[in-house]
């Protein structure tokens, strides 16, 4: 919200802050020069020929190339393209960004700034020259008068040889993203001996230039480091030495603002010794390059030799910032279209258009309809089920012409709101005096819970339990800091939000006083805040907690098949944290009262109509048939829009009622990533037992005792049915005989966390990956074998009592699926080439991981389980759906109009949804649990069969091959109703759970155990997917090499959409498992402030996977001849089950990092401090650069940690779990 009274643009005819000039001396570059500019014109350089054949000339070519290349590279990953173009090198200087990545490296080059005045007194222009080394004075502070303007920079060229310079960087993310730490290095090196004296027999350095960000509250230059360096022989003694300087020089207490203190420490160092590396590379070049010219070479000493597995040539130990962009590939494989037979034969009885005698009455519809139309009409009816169709907004989306709420005109008398939030909690809502507001120009009105009052409304609010409030009460406890207390509504944005910004809050906290909020889930064990009544368990077999606690570790026990063998056990604990949303549209609501307020329309983007018409009507005091919502499509949602859009809907609707004048509420980015929740941190504890047969070594898993904790926020909202859910997943696709698990959802003083995409599976199925890691190590086992032997057969059951096979779930691939990516991908050998690598390459290690995944289809709320469909047929042949779901980019709509075209026998073009309302399909469910085109596809198709059967004496009446129009327009005069309602609800003996519920007296033996609590899914989606990735040991930095994904998606409805969705919800995934980091204020982060104050909420603090993060090879294939009888046209849900997948990428760098550990042991390095640093560790979640690098316990790491006082053995980066 920074706020500029002054903007000035300068014209370009003012050429000197333009232009970009080469003298033999140096690069003069204009000061509001863009930097993609800067960065062409590098490029030109660094390319260009010497224009005259003399040595001076090549000389200079030489010089501007190798001072272009280092700026080129680094100006590559700043920011993006689109903020390149417009923004400029005297932008960035004058800001003086503490992180920023050009400062330090022009600081290292010894540029120098040319600062131009015009004092009044004389009218001459006056310039002043200072070193960029000089311009920081503090943070965001610089040495510039108010008068001053930066005209120029101006940059020296290094020499031709024996110079060399280095940028550095590492970020979140390689591609536009602000730096953790970022480097420039320079360094000149000249022979121990003058050449004239003799032969030298080393190299000397000269002079060095080190500079940094992020290790300090502005750009800093390394003194005390450069100093230890000037005049000693360049080789690996004199940079070790260096790197305890730079310790102690750079050294940083543990709440250092931006925390990662140990990880900045260990980044500089790091470079510091990759910049060792590649002055040898670059050394090593020149010398041998002055040795092919010139007689005299003898008199020059050799470069410094380093070991070989550090040895990667010239140019490419700088790592990422100086490699080039890799271009993606990959391939999608989808089996052959075909329109399938599902779960409509049940449900919807015979074909309408077939008769007993017809061969085509087992077809669907419309494959009946085109079967004969192929009879009687030499033109072949196309099929519109099965096949790749384009999104039906696809085009809307590519030109930016696709509305959404905060497209929609403004109607007349708009006013815009801006939401009234709390600054703190853990204290009690003293008072809000909305009077500063009401007195700034163009503020229409304030209001806070009395005014709800005053409507007369109700102002509880919440999904499940209604310990949600729309405004909070005066005197209530302000439980997350950006609670909502209200809403001011302005004639624009800008004077809402400066009216919601002049609201003085006051707050009291008398009786709090030595208290603290709960903020992490380790808090709320301590403080025992729980939802006590939604903690549930879930046991199988024999008495866990007494098989996995025998006399010693290791006991002889006997699987169910009777073989004996020695009972390994492990104990551990796994950590996973949240993520956000980030959808493309943040929380947009238009309300429009009319009829003198006494009726609402609201246009939301949202996933939930009919809860938006629900609680707008409740808060309001307004009927529900008075409550209009309209829901034409969404930027995305993944859930965040399921509970979390409703309170921002629901604010508009006051005001809107009450100044009976339309208001649209838009959240800004910050906003609505401080106070819509997002995905649930996790913490597990596990004990996990395998039988070890002594005779072949195979392993079998014979028990598991896990707690799952998530953190739920401050309110209910959907924590326990997402914990519910990964209780429902942590088994994963294994088999454990004997199982115990309990989930326990904490209350805290977090936002109320929500739905995202997999709602508590993946967390739940992380968790068992993680447990089979450990089992795998200690067991001494290939992790893939582990897996393949112990996946369920059709023999088993799970732990809820669901069993495997087609009358049950439908067929079970996963095991054929890893067979088939373990055969024909040669896992075995990917394993082997990586371990290669490794060997070869002490910096660079890679990583392989195989992961299968299996995903619950259904509402475990039995109730919501059901929708409806409208749909139209008008005189013209084309239809109008209107259904229950909403569109949030997934292609509901699409699917919707395929299965519509299909059943109707027409072309695709001819059906249209416009848009999801409460006043054509009432009572609708949210769009979740990836069940909208099973729920929405079967009531359209039910509806479409009903106006079918209607017609049948109406086509019949008329000749073969009559089109549809011409039917539709004889029923018209006919007088046949061409409307419809549809109707599906999964069958009651394949939904729902009761987790209290009791065996009954007599139950039958032989049917697995918890099944008489019910049947939680109706069948499983399932999928296998292998990753390859490379991290860098030094930075922490990753690429992800390879991924191949194979998902059974039934027999697909649309199979481009399907793939679509399997490769962002991969992506996701990813996301979420490597660089996606939520940080709280809390006990690890007490930098921050107030305490539980959000600390990510936007794009330059939280980090979502960019272009260059995606898999560099990229297959995706749908599984063939897997048909699912349990929903329309045999198709499966696909909107959540590959999300896991995703994290594959998650546990290859993993194997990565064990690498690296192993290879530390191999080197001998491990310390009696370093504590067995080669077997298990707690990898957590997400993996992000700082804990890949801090986990690789190599000597510079290790060192940097204990500079501080730590141990690297037990080291763990902090998080907000």
């Avoid at 249209?912 to 006043?919: A, E, L």
Wanted: overall charge negative.
């Amino acid at each position: 919200h920074a706020r500029y009274p002054r903007m000035i643009h300068p014209s370009e005819s003012i050429h000197t802050l333009y232009e970009i000039v080469a003298t033999e001396k140096h690069f003069a570059i204009g000061a509001c020069s863009s930097l993609s500019n800067l960065q062409k014109a590098c490029h030109d350089y660094m390319t260009a020929t010497a224009a005259a054949s003399n040595d001076s000339s090549e000389v200079l070519s030489i010089r501007r190339s190798r001072t272009a290349t280092p700026i080129h590279d680094m100006l590559r990953w700043f920011a993006s393209t689109q903020i390149r173009n417009v923004a400029c090198l005297g932008g960035n200087l004058a800001t003086a960004s503490p992180i920023s990545d050009m400062n330090p490296l022009l600081c290292s080059l010894g540029a120098t700034l040319v600062l131009a005045s015009r004092p009044t007194a004389t009218g001459a222009i006056r310039r002043r020259h200072v070193p960029v080394s000089d311009f920081f004075v503090g943070y965001r502070r610089v040495q510039k008068g108010d008068a001053e303007v930066i005209e120029r920079v101006d940059v020296p060229l290094v020499r031709e040889r024996f110079e060399y310079v280095a940028p550095f960087k590492q970020g979140r993310r390689r591609e536009d993203d602000i730096s953790i730490v970022t480097s420039g290095m320079r360094i000149k090196l000249v022979p121990s001996e003058e050449k004239t004296g003799g032969e030298g027999n080393c190299w000397i350095i000269e002079s060095v230039s080190i500079a940094f960000g992020g290790m300090a509250p502005k750009t800093v230059m390394a003194n005390d480091t450069m100093q230890s360096m000037l005049g000693k022989p360049f080789d690996e003694a004199t940079f070790a030495h260096a790197r305890g300087v730079m310790m102690k020089e750079f050294a940083m207490p543990d709440d250092v603002p931006g925390g990662q203190s140990q990880y900045r420490l260990t980044l500089a160092c790091s470079f510091l010794h990759r910049f060792y590396l590649y002055c040898v590379a670059e050394l090593r070049s020149d010398v041998a390059e002055m040795k092919a010219v010139s007689e005299t070479m003898h008199e020059y000493p050799p470069a410094p030799m380093i070991p070989i597995e550090e040895d990667c040539g010239a140019g490419t130990t700088t790592g990422f910032v100086s490699a080039p962009k890799p271009s993606i590939g990959g391939v999608q494989r989808y089996p052959a279209p075909k329109v399938a037979v599902g779960l409509e034969a049940k449900h919807l009885g015979p074909d309408p258009n077939g008769t007993t005698n017809d061969t085509t009455k087992d077809l669907p519809l419309a494959a009946a309809a085109a079967a004969k139309n192929s009879k009687q009409s030499s033109s072949k009816q196309v099929d519109s089920v099965g096949r790749p169709a384009t999104h039906v907004s696809g085009p809307l989306h590519c030109t930016g012409e696709a509305a959404y709420a905060d497209d929609i005109p403004a109607p007349a008398n708009l006013l815009h709101g801006s939401l009234i939030l709390a600054s703190k909690c853990h204290a009690k809502l003293a008072s809000v005096d909305v009077a500063p507001a009401l007195q700034i120009p163009g503020v229409v009105g304030a209001f806070t819970y009395e005014d709800i009052v005053k409507l007369g409304g109700d102002n509880r609010m919440g999904p499940i339990l209604l310990d949600e409030v729309a405004f909070l009460p005066i005197g209530d406890l302000v439980e997350f800091v950006g609670q909502v207390l209200g809403i001011v509504v302005g004639v624009t944005q800008d004077i809402a939000e400066s009216g919601s910004r002049a609201v003085a809050v006051e707050y009291d906290e008398e009786g709090l006083e030595g208290t603290k909020a709960v903020v992490s889930i380790e808090d709320a064990i301590e403080a025992s805040s729980f939802w006590a009544e939604s903690i549930h368990e879930m046991r199988r077999g024999g008495d866990v907690k007494e098989i996995l606690q025998p006399p010693s570790r290791q006991t002889t026990a006997t699987t169910a098949d009777g073989t004996k063998g020695k009972l390994v056990i492990v104990e551990g604990s796994m950590r996973m944290g949240g993520q956000e949303h980030f959808y493309l549209e943040p929380n947009s609501s238009l309300v429009i009262p009319s009829e003198s307020a006494t009726r609402l329309t609201i246009y939301a983007s949202t996933q939930a109509p009919t809860k938006t018409q629900d609680f707008c009507a409740r808060v309001t005091n307004t009927s529900a048939a008075k409550v209009v919502c309209r829901m034409k499509r969404m930027g995305g949602g993944f859930g965040g829009k399921e509970t979390r859009s409703v309170f921002a809907s629901v604010a508009a609707a006051v005001a809107a009622k009450v100044t009976n004048r339309p208001v649209r509420l838009t959240l800004g980015r910050d906003v609505d990533m401080s106070i819509t929740g997002g995905r649930h941190a996790f913490l597990a504890k596990y004990k996990a037992g395998a039988i070890v047969d002594e005779v072949n070594g195979g392993v079998k898993l014979h028990a598991l005792d896990v707690q799952l904790y998530n953190n739920g926020g401050c309110k209910f909202d959907l924590t326990g049915p997402v914990l519910d859910r990964a209780l429902f997943h942590v088994d994963n696709c294994y088999y454990w005989p004997n199982f115990h698990s309990v989930g326990t959802p904490c209350k805290t003083s977090q936002p109320p966390h929500t739905a995202f995409r997999g709602f508590g599976g993946p967390q739940g199925m992380v968790v068992t990956e993680h447990i089979m890691d450990h089992l795998a190590l200690a067991c001494n086992v290939p992790g893939d074998q582990l897996r393949r032997d112990n996946m369920y057969t059709l023999d088993d059951a799970t732990p809820f009592g669901m069993r495997f096979g087609l009358s049950f779930t439908g067929k079970w691939n996963v095991p054929s699926m890893w067979d088939r990516i373990h055969a024909e991908l040669d896992v075995p050998g990917r394993r082997a080439a990586a371990a290669e690598f490794n060997k070869n390459n002490k910096w660079k290690k890679r990583g392989v991981s195989l992961l299968p995944t299996k995903f619950g289809i259904a509402f475990t709320a039995k109730f919501m389980n059901q929708g409806g469909a409208l749909v139209h047929l008008y005189t013209d042949g084309t239809v109008l759906v209107s259904h229950g779901g909403t569109e949030m980019g997934q292609g509901l709509h699409t699917k919707v109009c395929q299965v519509a075209a299909q059943a109707f026998g027409i072309p695709l073009d001819d059906v249209y949804v416009d848009d999801s309302s409460t006043d054509k399909v009432a009572n609708t469910l949210p769009s979740a649990a990836s069940m909208s085109t099973d729920l929405y596809g079967m009531a359209t198709l039910d509806a479409c069969r009903q106006i079918l059967k209607r017609l049948q004496p109406i086509k019949d009446s008329l000749p073969p091959g009559s089109t549809l129009k011409e039917v539709a327009k004889k029923g018209f005069f006919e007088r046949v109703d061409m409307s419809a309602h549809g109707f599906f609800a999964v069958d009651d003996d394949r939904c729902g759970y009761d987790w209290a519920k009791d065996a009954p007296e007599g139950y039958p033996a032989d049917l697995p155990e918890n099944s008489w609590k019910g049947h939680p899914f109706n069948y499983f989606t399932q999928g296998v997917a292998l990753a390859e990735v490379e991290i860098d040991v030094l930075t922490g930095d990753h690429k992800t090499l390879f991924a191949d994904v194979l998902v059974d998606v039934g027999s697909s409805i649309n199979p481009a959409i399907d793939i679509g969705q399997i490769e962002g919800a991969f992506v996701q995934g990813m996301g979420w498992s490597t660089m996606e980091e939520i940080v709280y204020a809390d006990d690890d982060h007490t930098w921050i402030r107030p305490r539980a104050k959000m600390f990510t909420t936007g794009p330059g603090t939280y980090k979502i996977p960019a272009f260059n993060d995606v898999p560099e090879r990229f297959d995706v294939s749908l599984l063939e001849d897997a048909e699912n009888p349990f929903a329309v046209h045999s198709s499966k849900a696909i909107g959540e089950p590959p999300f896991f997948l995703g994290c594959s990428v998650f546990f290859a760098i993993k194997d990565a990092v064990a690498a690296a550990r192993r290879g530390r042991e191999e080197e001998g390095l491990s310390s009696a401090d370093d504590n067995a640093i080669g077997d298990y560790f707690e990898f957590r979640l997400p993996a992000t650069s700082e804990r890949i690098r801090m986990a690789c316990g190599d000597a510079i790491s290790s060192e940097c940690i204990s500079s501080v006082g730590g141990l690297a053995s037990s080291f763990q980066p902090k998080g907000s779990v």
